[in-house]
């Protein structure tokens, strides 16, 4: 099979990079689906509470390579910006989070570029999620032109503290009160140990359903 194309080489217009952005969220979108409706078929349970995708605004890429360092251009949005076309996966329990990101490593169609694990190893900000960067193939008429797509994969709670830090953060432009930033670290710890507590229910809950079972089928 011929090579596949590499997207920072092969588009030369805005809309054609969004087209195949686009594209990608679909094609992973739906192999998440998938993987969820399978989890659900085998072991009776949904791990994911619900899946956000979206396309980074034209404003916010530029911003971020100005940052970098980089110039506006279609070739460095794609070679430096990874997270064009993103997906958040949102899930009960923490323990969801790693079964799903093994699903989604084991796709292969998909090729996972990097992993960031800011859970075992939150941001200074006390932001905690877990973070891959992949490719998946778009197939066109007359071409293959492999696309990044990050994936986010966090509880609902790390989801509610992330929204909260972002929505303060984008107020003071990045340059929040210390009081502010030192609160929302104290609240990062607390939303940790709820999803350690909650796992915790959950697991004593199947014990307790499994122990049922147990005892009705000895009857």
């Known amino acids: 099979m011929e090579r596949p194309f590499v997207l920072s080489e092969d588009v030369d217009s805005w ?22 409706d399978e989890f659900q078929q085998v072991h009776q349970y949904n791990p ?26 279609i070739d460095n949005m794609v070679s430096h910006v990874n997270d064009i076309a993103g997906i958040r996966i949102v899930c009960s329990f923490t ?11 084991k796709q292969n169609d998909l090729t996972v570029i990097s992993v960031k694990d800011y859970i075992k190893h939150p941001k200074d900000s006390g932001y905690k999620s877990y973070h891959m960067l ?21 509880t609902m709670a ?6 909260l830090e972002h929505k303060i953060y984008y107020k003071f432009e990045g340059n929040a009160p210390g009081y502010i930033s030192r609160d929302l670290r104290e609240c990062s710890g607390i939303v940790s140990m709820l999803d350690a507590k909650m796992l915790q229910l959950n697991e ?7 122990a049922q079972e147990e005892d009705a089928g000895a009857v």
């Open 158 to 163: 790390m989801d509610f503290w992330a929204s």
């Open 15 to 36: 809309s054609t990079m969004i087209f195949l952005y686009r594209s990608a969220l679909k094609e992973v979108g739906t192999k998440v689906e998938i993987l969820n």
């Open 95 to 105: 323990s969801d989070i790693y079964k799903l990101a093994e699903m989604i490593g």
């Open 204 to 210: 004593a809950i199947l014990k307790a359903k499994d």
């Open 48 to 73: 994911i509470e619900y899946i956000k995708s979206r396309i980074k605004s034209p404003e916010s890429i530029v911003k971020k390579l100005k940052r970098y360092g980089y110039e506006s251009s």
């Open 134 to 154: 992949v490719t998946v193939p778009i197939f066109l008429s007359d071409r293959i032109i492999d696309t990044k797509v990050e994936i986010q994969i966090r």
